[in-house]
């Protein structure tokens, strides 16, 4: 059971236009949501997060947006780069902290393409 | 500063046999996590270590079990190879306690069962 899914295994932009990745979730427990971004032979790394209890969540180009009621949230990138070419993960876990660091839930990530 | 180091970079093991994966984290990081990851599909989760004991595990059999050492690094072992434990094998590190504390991953060991 797929409780973080990303429909889209693959998205292509043009440089300079706007990136959206979508990811849907099932569980209603997860109160914490993150995207992390892959590069090939090395290890996902962290690029944004946002908490149940806001909506939206900005960082530079950068920007997560969080639907509860539609258990949905979205990546945008503005505006695109060819180095923002990568597999992009979403994250979530479920609350209340344990006192060590989160478990995350991954969905299957979503290749962007930036095109020159 | 080093980040996560993960060893091997990649394994080739036959059915049966046993495998331990090492990982020593970041600088200062003192929780370990690993995740196991499939081909074409995201990170699952199998358990983490603080404080030299396992505080979460997710859904794997007991065949996946672990070690932290006294300077944090950390071991993942597995018995009984079967073929789908072919993967890529993701150690995280972090500083607890810290709850939106980030998660450094590193490049992962390769496991392939003939």
């Known amino acids: 059971d797929q409780q973080v899914k990303q429909n889209s295994p693959s998205l292509s932009v043009q440089e300079g236009r706007i990136s959206i990745l979508n990811c849907d979730y099932t569980?209603?427990?997860?109160?914490?949501f993150l995207w992390y971004k892959k590069y090939p032979a090395e290890g996902p790394t962290f690029l944004i997060s946002?908490?149940?209890?806001?909506d939206k969540n900005e960082d530079g180009r950068f920007t997560v947006f969080l639907n509860k009621s539609a258990k949905h949230l979205s990546l945008h990138i503005v505006p695109s780069q060819p180095g923002d070419s990568a597999v992009y993960f979403c994250?979530?876990?479920?609350?209340?902290?344990?006192?060590?660091?989160?478990?995350?839930?991954f969905g299957s990530g979503t290749q962007l393409t930036v095109l020159p | 500063d080093a980040g996560v180091t993960q060893s091997p970079t990649h394994l080739i093991k036959t059915r049966g046999q046993q495998v331990t994966l090492r990982c020593s984290p970041k600088?200062?990081?003192?929780?370990v996590s690993w995740y196991q990851q499939a081909l074409g599909q995201g990170p699952q989760f199998i358990f983490q270590?603080?404080?030299?004991?396992?505080?979460q595990r997710g859904n794997f059999p007991d065949r996946f079990s672990g070690h932290q050492f006294p300077n944090y690094s950390s071991e993942l072992n597995v018995n009984a190879l079967l073929l789908g434990d072919s993967a890529l094998y993701l150690c995280?590190?972090?500083?607890?306690?810290?709850?939106?504390?980030?998660?450094?991953f590193g490049p992962g060991t390769r496991l392939t069962v003939l």
């Open positions: 995280a590190s972090s500083l607890a306690p810290g709850e939106y504390n980030e998660q450094f």
């Open positions: 569980n209603s427990m997860f109160d914490y």
């Open positions: 946002i908490s149940s209890i806001k």
């Open positions: 994250a979530a876990s479920v609350g209340p902290y344990s006192g060590s660091a989160r478990q995350l839930t």
């Open positions: 600088s200062g990081h003192d929780t």
């Open positions: 270590y603080y404080e030299e004991e396992e505080r």
